[in-house]
């Protein structure tokens, strides 16, 4: 079977982005910065096979606009493409969190009820495999969130890096195997005030 390339991105800035909050399962809305950096974003995008959303609506909202500006659709959406869920940590911000979790963070360690990175791995790397096969040898759009495209780097032996809003990468998925592949930066955040 033919290789395919996903470009997974995360979503737009949402309204707790703004607010420094962390979000996890929570489904935020884009600000009104998201929405112009999906539309930068838009324009600097190609055609693609398909496109995939997390459920979420900071993501399914990012896609919805890129999908209209581009041409492509519907917008299929995959559970698993979820954001980890943060347990305790949902709504925090990074203070609150390292007030009351001291170096947590740092340690790259979460709450005992938040979601175990390997299951986000497995679940991610799960529907790159299955998306992959609806277009063999194909490109997909997928808009997902920073904290599973991290999670899903780490666990396939590449660097983690900070994935800032409209970031992302290539995965390629070959013969049920993903690898990761080229970073992709799209839309400066300072830019996007100026820009529409």
């Keep these: ?16 982005n703004v607010a420094g909050r962390w979000q996890g399962q929570a489904d935020t809305s884009l600000s009104d910065g998201g929405r112009r950096q999906a539309l930068l974003a838009a ?3 190609g055609s693609f096979d398909g496109i995939w959303s997390s459920p979420l609506q900071r993501a399914a909202e990012t ?3 890129i999908a209209a500006h581009i041409g492509i659709g519907p917008v299929l959406v995959d559970d698993r493409l979820g ?7 949902e709504g925090m911000t990074h ?8 170096g947590y963070i740092a340690g790259n360690r979460r709450p005992p009820d938040a979601e175990p ?8 790397e799960a529907a790159f495999v299955d998306i992959a096969a609806t277009v063999p040898g194909g490109e997909v759009l997928v808009v997902t969130h920073a904290g599973l495209l991290r999670t899903l780097c780490r666990a396939l032996g590449s660097e983690p890096y900070r994935f800032d809003n409209l970031d992302g990468s290539w995965f390629i998925v070959e013969d049920g195997q993903v690898r990761v592949g080229e970073r992709v ?5 300072e830019s996007v005030t100026d820009a529409l």
Aim: aromatic share 6%; no cysteine; glycine share 4%.
């Design 1 to 16: 079977m033919p290789s395919t390339r996903l470009l997974a991105l995360r979503h737009g800035e949402s309204e707790w």
């Design 43 to 45: 324009e600097q995008l």
């Design 63 to 65: 896609a919805a606009i």
């Design 83 to 89: 954001e980890t869920d943060v347990g305790s940590w």
């Design 95 to 102: 203070a609150e969190i390292e007030a009351e979790w001291p």
């Design 117 to 124: 990175l390997d299951d986000v791995a497995r679940r991610a």
């Design 185 to 189: 930066h799209l839309v400066d955040a």
